[in-house]
């Protein structure tokens, strides 16, 4: 899909160069070109705005670009996330336009995208369909197969951070923790990275040697969280979520996984009883069979086993299994915009209300 | 796929022709004549590299630290502008973008501590950091944020066949943006493989690329062509490599060379021969798919660059066959000038003044002159 004429900066260049100038070329940029309408997101480095480009009439989103580290200057994070993006391309993946320097800042314009997933999953107006859920499913995946593909990883995969628009279609965004990686050489990198509650257990244990392997983890929770409504492993801190995953999948042995003893931490956090398996039981309530394999296959313990974007999308669930997927256009219908940034919000204004009511100091 | 070159930033907005290039220039040359102006250019590469090497760059980094710099200067002049700030601000710009950071505050001390020091006497060099942020903030703007540049050295090996194994410095371009995934043998025009070339040779192709970031071919040519021709470079003079292209040569101008049919045929015992394969070195760069006379005005320009470098006091390349594209410099160009800038601090001096020059004139100009001259630049990325 082409942007809008009027956002790439090649073209701003020439109106600033034509005659028909309409002000001062100074004046032509930013402030008077996007006119914020609101605040939908907080990002890794930075807030997320709603705007609309003044000319063309569409809406896009802007993330303003931290700078106060005035110690390191422009962020190396905000960096890589430019970079990354500019070479990506594919409809499951957030396009950036372009850049926006002025008056000292700097904003990444994005296409716009009406909720994010964590924002749909939580309303109660549209109910998905299982076909709907599919698709979702499928789009995530695809995603993130082209990313691996491309060589890169997002350690970051969360409700949040995966946008749907009213046409249907997923999108994955904020970049700001993933990196390249080496397809041939396995690097050492920082385990500090996902979201707790998406984090795989070879980082909860310390692993630093890790590969795409991750972001299949966080989309394997993704995935049941699709159907459950809610996130599935909501531990308090990192040794408590390697608690609730054990009360779920069971204590994981060498068999399983060769090499978990091995894992760095695995002695300070090992596990005090052996815990059975009692995944399927969990959620067979809620998934389909072939279903349930493919949330398995994405939660195997063992990184090394544990399936690969590209396998799953080959996987019976969308293969074989009835019903179809179907993009889940009747989003359309539904009223106002959802992300998680709303929420939070009214989560917020009502306990501030409580506090208020209830103990005013 | 939006990874590759041809998609790029690169391709589409940063490939320049002479006229534009030139047209960018019109400022600096009320100051400082053609040849000045490129000496300056290849000074200020030679800057760049020591300051990044101070700075623990990579090559790699630092080649990108040039890109922005000439960038940069597509859109601004020396004499508006101080150069050296701009320079550290692009070595500490490409060190985040090449994903080896270095911190504000070091790239700012080893500048100042270089800049000041004997080498280029500079007198004034900012202290503090927020000086250097704000360059960087300006540097991002006129780079429009494009921070992936594209380089020879993984063209280079990948015609050799070297995609992963070890490398000297560019220790895998872990990190690197765009990277190509290769799923398969690639093919070079008539369908050859892969070139077969010394280490040594190989060494000096990619020897000769370090030294094609001292002229403007990084703004006027594609990454792949500058490759090609290093690897001429590499043929003509490293000593073995020669000798076999040579003696090919010799062979042919009595039997036509042999078919690429039958090459491959007899390819493998050949190499064991003493006669190494140079006609399949010969063949390979024939049967590339580019434009040869492209190939040939970028192999010009190297060796202009290299009888103007041979000018400069310092920093020169010291490896022996320089010498002999000297000789062949120095008879095509004029003799050196009375005026000629030799050393370091006499070129910086002349930055200097040249910036005072332009200050004087503002403050009393001889003539209202426009001051128009990004626009066939501007013109030339809108149509891209």
Not at chain 2, 32 to 58: D, M, N, P, Y
Not at chain 2, 360 to 381: F, G, M, Y
Request: glycine share 6%; hydrophobic share 35%.
């Amino acid at each position: 899909m082409q942007p809008p004429t009027t956002l790439p900066s090649a073209s701003r260049k020439a109106e600033s160069t034509s005659t028909a100038r309409v002000d001062e070329p100074a004046n032509l940029n930013s402030k008077d070109l996007y006119q914020i309408v609101s605040q939908v997101g907080e990002g890794t480095f930075g807030k997320v705005y709603k705007a609309r480009n003044v000319i063309s009439g569409m809406n896009v989103a802007l993330k303003k670009i931290r700078m106060e580290q005035e110690r390191d200057g422009f962020p190396v994070t905000a960096m890589r996330e430019i970079k990354l993006l500019q070479s990506l391309q594919h409809n499951n993946v957030i396009r950036l336009y372009e850049m926006m320097v002025s008056q000292g800042q700097v904003h990444m314009v994005f296409q716009y995208m009406d909720h994010d997933l964590t924002g749909v999953l939580g309303q109660s107006q549209f109910t998905f369909s299982d076909a709907n859920l599919k698709s979702l499913c499928r789009q995530m995946l695809a995603g993130l197969a082209y990313l691996h593909h491309k060589g890169v990883i997002h350690r970051d995969i969360k409700g949040s951070n995966i946008l749907i628009n009213n046409r249907g279609e997923l999108k994955l965004a904020d970049f700001g923790l993933a990196r390249f990686f080496n397809k041939r050489r396995r690097t050492d990198y920082t385990n500090r990275v996902i979201t707790l509650w998406y984090r795989p257990p070879e980082l909860l244990l310390g692993g630093t040697v890790y590969g795409p392997e991750v972001d299949m983890w966080s989309a394997g929770c993704i995935m049941l969280e699709l159907f459950t409504k809610k996130p599935v492993f909501q531990g308090a801190d990192e040794i408590n979520q390697l608690d609730v995953l054990y009360k779920i999948l069971g204590t994981p042995t060498s068999q399983i996984w060769p090499g978990v003893t091995d894992m760095p931490w695995y002695e300070l956090v090992r596990p005090k009883e052996v815990l059975r398996n009692r995944f399927r039981e969990m959620f067979n309530k809620w998934l389909s069979p072939c279903g349930l394999d493919l949330a398995e296959g994405l939660l195997t313990y063992d990184p090394a086993k544990r399936l690969t974007a590209a396998d799953a999308l080959k996987s019976p669930y969308f293969m074989i299994e009835k019903p179809e997927e179907q993009m889940p256009q009747g989003l359309s219908s539904l009223e106002g915009e959802w992300h998680e940034f709303e929420h939070k919000r009214e989560r917020e204004k009502k306990k501030k209300k409580r506090a208020e009511g209830g103990a005013p100091q | 796929m939006a990874t590759d070159y041809w998609a790029s930033s690169h391709h589409r907005r940063w490939i320049v022709d002479r006229h534009t290039l030139n047209n960018a220039r019109a400022e600096d040359l009320e100051y400082a004549t053609h040849e000045q102006l490129a000496l300056l250019g290849v000074f200020f590469a030679t800057v760049i590299s020591k300051l990044g090497k101070r700075l623990g760059l990579r090559q790699r980094a630092i080649a990108t630290s040039v890109v922005f710099f000439r960038r940069f200067y597509l859109k601004n002049s020396y004499c508006d502008t101080d150069p050296f700030l701009v320079l550290t601000a692009c070595c500490y710009l490409a060190s985040k973008a090449e994903e080896t950071p270095v911190h504000l505050k070091t790239a700012i001390v080893e500048a100042r501590s270089l800049f000041t020091g004997e080498d280029y006497n500079l007198k004034q060099f900012p202290s503090d950091n927020s000086k250097l942020a704000e360059m960087e903030f300006y540097l991002l703007d006129d780079l429009e944020c494009d921070l992936t540049v594209y380089h020879p050295y993984r063209t280079l090996l990948a015609m050799c066949g070297k995609d992963n194994p070890p490398v000297p410095e560019d220790d895998a371009e872990a990190g690197e943006l765009g990277k190509p995934q290769h799923d398969g043998p690639r093919y070079w025009g008539t369908g050859i493989g892969k070139l077969d070339l010394e280490e040594g040779a190989i060494q000096m192709a990619w020897f000769v690329v370090n030294d094609t970031y001292r002229s403007d071919l990084c703004l006027l040519y594609p990454p792949h062509l500058i490759a090609v021709a290093s690897i001429f470079f590499a043929l003509t003079l490293h000593p073995s490599s020669r000798s076999a292209v040579d003696s090919s040569l010799a062979f042919s101008s009595s039997h036509p060379p042999s078919n690429a049919g039958g090459r491959a045929s007899h390819g493998q015992p050949k190499r064991s021969t003493v006669v190494r394969t140079g006609d399949e070195l010969i063949l390979f760069l024939a049967g590339l798919n580019v434009s040869m006379p492209l190939i040939a005005s970028i192999i010009h320009e190297i060796i202009a660059m290299y009888s103007l470098w041979n000018r400069m006091s310092e920093g020169r390349a010291d490896w022996a066959p320089q010498s002999s594209m000297q000789r062949k410099g120095k008879s095509n160009t004029s003799p050196i000038k009375q005026d000629d800038l030799v050393t370091p601090v006499a070129l910086t001096q002349f930055v200097l003044e040249m910036r005072e020059r332009k200050e004087r004139d503002v403050a009393h100009p001889p003539s209202a002159k426009p001051t128009a001259i990004n626009k066939v630049l501007e013109r030339t990325q809108a149509a891209g």
